[in-house]
């Protein structure tokens, strides 16, 4: 398996991912290899059918939007030496260690070296897609060299997987992918500890056009005439952070919003715990894996309508991203009426309880038999 | 003998209008929680689907064996509201067939509400009387028969049947209350003296729910098959209760239901032991076998035939209490107004939408809910008893 980022190097959901897959597989009469770009924390495994390989070194973040600029520099530049680099190792323990049955790789990053290894070890490959160059850019001028990069991969896969349905359909529709080798696994979830609530309306994830965080200050502001007392965290990190404070002030919400900035994992899970509602107001979402995160910490969710995660996911409460109206009614209503919290959160977590890595894993070796067939 | 007894439930919900709690404490009209537009567009399409096709077609079918096809209608007082509003052919449609002398009609609550669960039964009663009243104007008659919104039923709401003069009461036929015995004859409740008529729910869900489904093992149901069921059924009474939106509506058209329909009474004459009787003359020709006791209320709704389909969870529960809460104020201010709006808002079918209800039930419940999930039902329906509630402050 060929991955980008792994726990605690992490931005978003395909590193969560990684890690779940990687846990539960071993645990299903399977030897993983997972390689991965060498991080300064390091990353380990304990279980004997799990081997981290870290490769070469790279300083590059995933989400990150590259400006014209620097397009064809340093930053392609160093993922095809990533790609290169993977390459070379397969092909290494190849010779030592006999043949693998299968090669996965995870979203463009990864691709370049699928596909090299399809050809010249001759492996089936599959590809997961966690999200896509359009989903990256909000669907606003979406950069064509991902693009293109992107549907090779998808054209070389044996068989894709993709997170949601609203995935596929993008596979399909905009990479002209013939849906018959795309199989959707949704995403799971490792329980949070639910924690003491508090008047607490919670934004979390990458501060990017994407996740949408200036429709949840829009809501904010219409929440905070009929809730006063009520406190708005925008916890995480990103391009559009500077934007949103200047919103924030002029929207006359600097008592209410609380800007975290990037945070550590036990606070990831603390904020989660006493939070009394998350919002997840994503322009494009492949999943949201976050809101599988807070209704396992008991937080009732209120998530965009097209997110991969509504789809999935029966008791949450679902809005436009643009529906700023609807999503401050749905906030109120939930701060209000207890009996709607409550329902939400027990009927919630009940539901969480479906989503389990073990699950995803499963899943993923039946696509595996059906590509080694 | 044995007799089919087919009863029609004829109702149609009241659907609401987007409300937040924005809206809350403006100024705004009652007849802003309800969307006339969507209630007239449903109404208008199953009219067309259903109620002018199904009931040309009984007329004919009582007309071609002289009366001895019979059925029974139990019409809600929101039904009916809507064919003055919206299209009154099809109450004339009703009044023509009731006309033929082989149609019974029952009564229930005015607003098909949950009015027999409130503490007291003042509220139930006015709104039995309303549509007792709404029956005699549009059908020059007084009904015999109760049954419940759901054919809730309890032996409270039994003896209340039997004291307002109801000589028969429908329910669900469940195991709950029969153990054992038959739901083939009638019963009496144990605290008093009205005849009480069970819902075959095999036979009718075997029409209402499965007889499109073609993973039944029985699909396709034909009308001689399902003739010789009956025919083969033990007891006085086979009691066939379902939507009447079941003729091309649940059941679409190219499903053959409407042929089905054609050809029943033609293969049930073919047995000699067998007829068709309405709900009355049901009462009127058989004795009860036996008592049921039923201290906690059943319905016909759901797997779980109780009423946790309204009353499941704890918004379902917190919005009941609400609305019964209001009553007191509501009629001590007498706004004719605020009381008719008050009486649409108990409509069952609100508190429905609000239920959690999994597996194959939350499927039945999605197919028929106007909301994207019993959450935005719940604040939907809220927000409108607080606007209210807000009202009367």
């Known amino acids: ?373 | 003998m044995t007799s089919v007894c087919l009863y029609f439930e004829v109702h149609q919900p009241i659907r609401l209008n987007h409300f937040s709690v924005f809206h809350i404490g403006g100024k705004n009209c009652y007849s802003e929680y309800f969307n006339r537009k969507l209630n007239e567009d449903i109404f208008t399409k199953v009219a067309k689907k259903c109620y002018l096709p199904t009931n040309n077609l009984l007329i004919e079918l009582i007309r071609k064996y002289d009366g001895r096809f019979r059925v029974s209608f139990s019409l809600t007082g929101t039904f009916v509201d809507y064919c003055k509003n919206f299209m009154p052919e099809v109450l004339d449609s009703f009044k023509e067939i009731f006309k033929t002398g082989a149609v019974d009609m029952i009564e229930e609550t005015y607003y098909h509400s949950l009015s027999s669960l409130f503490d007291e039964l003042d509220e139930f009663e006015e709104q039995v009387r309303m549509h007792r009243d709404m029956i005699a104007d549009n059908f020059n008659y007084i009904p015999k028969v109760f049954r419940n919104t759901e054919a809730i039923f309890d032996n409270r709401i039994a003896k209340k049947a039997s004291d307002m003069g109801y000589k028969g009461i429908i329910t669900e036929g469940t195991e709950k209350i029969l153990g054992w015995r038959s739901p083939n004859y009638l019963y009496k409740p144990v605290n008093s003296d009205i005849k009480v008529l069970l819902r075959n729910y095999t036979l009718s869900d075997d029409v209402g729910f499965r007889f499109s489904a073609r993973m039944w093992k029985d699909w396709p149901l034909t009308a001689d098959k399902y003739a010789n069921w009956m025919a083969n059924t033990q007891g006085d009474l086979v009691n066939l209760f379902m939507d009447y939106e079941t003729f091309g509506e649940h059941q679409w058209t190219e499903t053959g239901i409407f042929n089905f329909l054609r050809y029943l009474p033609e293969e049930v004459f073919k047995h000699e032991h067998m007829d068709f009787v309405t709900t009355s003359t049901a009462v009127e020709r058989y004795q009860t076998v036996g008592e049921i006791d039923v201290p906690w209320a059943i319905s016909w709704a759901d797997a779980d035939r109780d009423v946790s389909t309204w009353l499941g969870n704890d918004m379902q529960i917190a919005c009941f209490n609400e609305l019964k809460n209001l009553g007191r104020q509501i009629k001590e201010k007498g706004d004719p107004e605020l009381i008719r709006t008050w009486r649409k808002l108990q409509t069952s079918d609100h508190l429905y939408y609000c239920s959690t209800k999994g597996l194959a039930d939350g499927d039945v419940h999605a197919y028929f809910s106007p909301y994207d999930g019993p959450y935005d039902g719940f604040i939907n329906y809220m927000n409108i008893l607080q606007d209210i509630k807000h009202r009367l402050k």
């Open chain 1, 1 to 373: 398996m060929v991955g980008w980022e792994y726990p605690p190097f992490k931005a978003g959901g395909l590193a969560t991912h990684c890690y779940g897959l990687t846990r539960s597989l071993p645990n299903k009469n399977m030897k993983v290899h997972f390689y991965m770009p060498k991080t300064k924390q390091g990353a380990n495994s304990n279980n004997p059918n799990l081997k981290i390989i870290e490769v070469g070194e790279s300083e590059i973040f995933p989400y990150d939007r590259p400006d014209a600029k620097e397009i064809g520099g340093h930053f392609f530049e160093a993922v095809y030496r990533y790609n290169d680099l993977v390459v070379s190792k397969v092909m290494e323990t190849i010779k030592t260690e006999g043949k693998y049955d299968v090669i996965h790789c995870h979203d463009w990053l990864t691709m370049k070296a699928g596909t090299k290894l399809k050809k010249s070890a001759g492996l089936p490959l599959v590809l997961t897609i966690h999200s896509t160059e359009y989903d990256r850019s909000g669907w606003i001028y979406p950069n064509q060299w991902f693009i293109d990069i992107e549907r090779e991969g998808m054209l070389n896969a044996d068989c894709i997987i993709s997170v949601s349905e609203f995935t596929k359909r993008v596979c399909v529709e905009k990479y002209g992918i013939n849906p018959n080798k795309i199989t959707v696994i949704h995403n799971a979830v490792y329980p949070i500890e639910e924690g003491q609530k508090q008047k607490i309306i919670l934004f979390l994830g990458r501060l990017t056009i994407q996740k949408g965080a200036e429709f949840f200050l829009k809501a904010a502001q219409k929440v905070k005439n009929h809730e006063p007392d009520s406190k708005f965290v925008i916890a995480g990190t990103g391009d559009m952070l500077p934007k949103l404070i200047t919103q924030a002030i002029n929207l006359g919400l600097s008592d209410q919003v609380i800007f975290t900035g990037r945070l550590t994992d036990e606070e990831v899970k603390h904020i989660y715990g006493i939070s009394s509602v998350y919002v997840m107001p994503s322009v494009s979402e492949p999943f949201g894996i976050t809101a599988l995160e807070a209704i396992s910490a008991g937080t009732p969710t209120i998530a965009s309508k097209t997110a991969g995660f509504s789809e999935a996911f029966t008791n949450c409460l679902r809005v436009d991203f643009w529906d700023t109206d609807e999503m401050a009614n749905k906030i109120v209503s939930l701060l209000r009426y207890n009996p709607l919290h409550r329902t939400l959160a027990s009927e919630g977590k009940r539901e969480i309880n479906l989503f389990t890595w073990d699950r995803v894993a499963e899943k993923t070796q039946a696509v595996y038999r059906g590509v080694m067939q």
